[in-house]
């Protein structure tokens, strides 16, 4: 049975930075297309970066040269490091298999002074 367990979330001041963690069993990691999704309170879930298996990249425009997205086969674990955090950053942020019906429980990332 495939898990996806995020943890990294919290609360930081605007100008921060976290590391998600996303930590992944029952699967073979390395075969799949990994995404990091968020959703605000009163928002659609939204794309905020993507990573493929020949580690190419897709991040939401808001996004761009903030965050990176990254994984290792090895731990079975992807990542997402968010620099300059901004309060509309604020969201709780999901894990997920692309193209399938996989997703992790979700961490809450939180931006405020």
């Known amino acids: 049975q495939v898990q996806l367990v995020e943890s990294g979330g919290g609360l930081v001041q605007p100008g921060g930075s976290l590391r998600l963690s996303c930590a992944a069993s029952?699967?073979?990691?390395?075969?799949?297309?990994m995404g990091w999704y968020r959703q605000a309170p009163g928002k659609a879930r939204e794309m905020v970066a993507t990573?493929?298996?020949?580690?190419?990249?897709d991040y939401a425009d808001s996004v761009k040269g903030r965050f990176t997205i990254s994984r290792d086969n090895r731990k079975s674990t992807m990542y997402l490091q968010m620099n300059s955090l901004k309060p509309e950053d604020t969201a709780v942020y999901y894990c997920?298999?692309?193209?399938?019906?996989?997703w992790g429980q979700g961490t809450q990332v939180t931006v405020s002074s």
């Open positions: 997920h298999v692309e193209r399938s019906g996989y």
């Open positions: 990573l493929n298996r020949d580690l190419s990249t």
């Open positions: 029952g699967m073979v990691f390395g075969f799949y297309t």
